[in-house]
C-alpha cells in the first residue's frame, strides 16, 4: 500500500513559485514520503472542478495552490472542504496584506510577475551574457561584468552563474589554472568590480571529479581526480584570492542556491564600498 501523501500543486500561472515554496517547505520535515501532481495556468472554475474530480475517495490528500483571483480562490477552498480536504493558499493574505501597507489596490493578474516589463528584458540580457561569458570566454569585455567568480575546476562557477543570471545579474566565471590564466584587466580593476573566489575541499573536489569522469567515460585525465594534485590547486587558489584580497566562498557544503545568496550579499557590500 502506498502511504505516500498526494500533493496537488494548483497554480494560475507557470507553478514556478508554487514549486519553490513546496521545496523550502518539505525540507523542514524528514519523514515526509510524498507524490507531487503539478496543475499549472488553473484559471476557471471548470478546471478546479475537474482537479477535484480526480481527488474524490483518495486520501491523505494535501492541497498547496498559488491562485491571485479571489472569487477562483475561494471557489477552490469551498469545494476542497466538501470533499474534506486540507487545502492551503501558498500566498495566504499576503497580497491582500500588502494591498492594505502600500495603500493600493492589487492588480490579481496571473502571470503577473512574468510581465514583459525592463526588468524582465535586463533579466534576459543578463543571461545572455553569462553563457557567452561561461568559463573564461569573451574576456575582452569581462569589465561589463556585474560579478566576476574564480575557481578552480568544479567549484559550482558555471550554475551559480546560472542562477544569478536569472537573477539579473551579469556574471562571467573564470577557471582558474594558475595567477596566469586571470586576464589582466580584472587585476587591474580589481577593486572596481565585484571579484569572488569559489573553493572547495580538496576531498570534495575528488568526488566531484570523480564523477564527472564517470559520466564523461572519460579514465585518462590522472591528475585532474589525484588528491594530492588537487590539493596543491586550491593552495595556490587560495593563495592568489589573498594576494588580491578577494573573498572567498567555500562551496564544500553548499547548494549552488546558498552560494549564490553568499555571492549577492558580498555584491551588496562591495557595491556600498565603492
Not at 126 to 132: E, H, L, V, Y
Request: charged content about 25%; aromatic content about 8%; overall charge positive.
Amino acid at each position: 500500500m502506498n502511504n505516500s501523501y498526494q500533493i496537488y500543486l494548483i497554480s494560475d500561472s507557470t507553478g514556478e513559485t508554487l514549486d519553490r515554496i513546496f521545496i523550502a517547505l518539505k525540507a523542514q520535515f524528514k519523514n515526509f514520503s510524498y507524490e507531487t501532481n503539478h496543475f499549472s495556468f488553473t484559471r476557471t472554475k471548470n478546471q478546479v472542478l475537474k482537479i477535484l474530480t480526480n481527488i474524490k475517495n483518495k486520501k491523505k490528500i494535501i492541497i498547496l495552490y498559488t491562485i491571485v483571483d479571489n472569487n477562483l480562490s475561494k471557489f477552490l477552498d469551498q469545494e476542497a472542504e466538501k470533499l474534506k480536504v486540507a487545502c492551503f493558499n501558498a500566498l495566504g493574505d499576503l497580497i491582500l496584506s500588502f494591498s492594505k501597507q502600500l495603500d493600493q489596490e492589487a492588480s490579481f493578474k496571473p502571470s503577473g510577475q512574468h510581465a514583459l516589463n525592463e526588468e524582465y528584458y535586463e533579466r534576459i540580457e543578463a543571461i545572455q551574457f553569462t553563457m557567452n561569458h561561461d568559463d573564461g570566454n569573451l574576456s575582452n569585455d569581462i569589465n561589463k561584468s556585474d560579478i566576476i567568480l574564480l575557481g578552480v575546476s568544479r567549484t559550482s562557477k558555471t550554475p551559480t552563474s546560472i542562477y544569478l543570471a536569472n537573477k539579473g545579474f551579469k556574471v562571467s566565471n573564470i577557471p582558474l589554472v594558475n595567477e596566469n590564466s586571470i586576464p589582466n584587466s580584472i587585476k587591474i580593476n580589481k577593486n572596481k568590480i565585484c571579484i569572488i573566489g569559489l573553493t572547495a575541499e580538496p576531498n570534495r573536489l575528488v568526488e566531484v571529479r570523480k564523477n564527472r569522469m564517470s559520466s564523461l567515460k572519460d579514465n585518462t585525465s590522472t591528475n585532474y581526480v589525484n588528491f594530492e594534485k588537487i590539493s596543491q590547486e586550491v593552495e595556490e587558489a587560495k593563495k592568489t584570492f589573498q594576494k588580491y584580497k578577494w573573498p572567498v566562498i567555500d562551496v564544500s557544503r553548499k547548494s549552488v542556491e546558498e552560494t549564490a545568496a553568499s555571492v549577492i550579499k558580498i555584491f551588496e557590500i562591495s557595491k556600498k564600498n565603492v
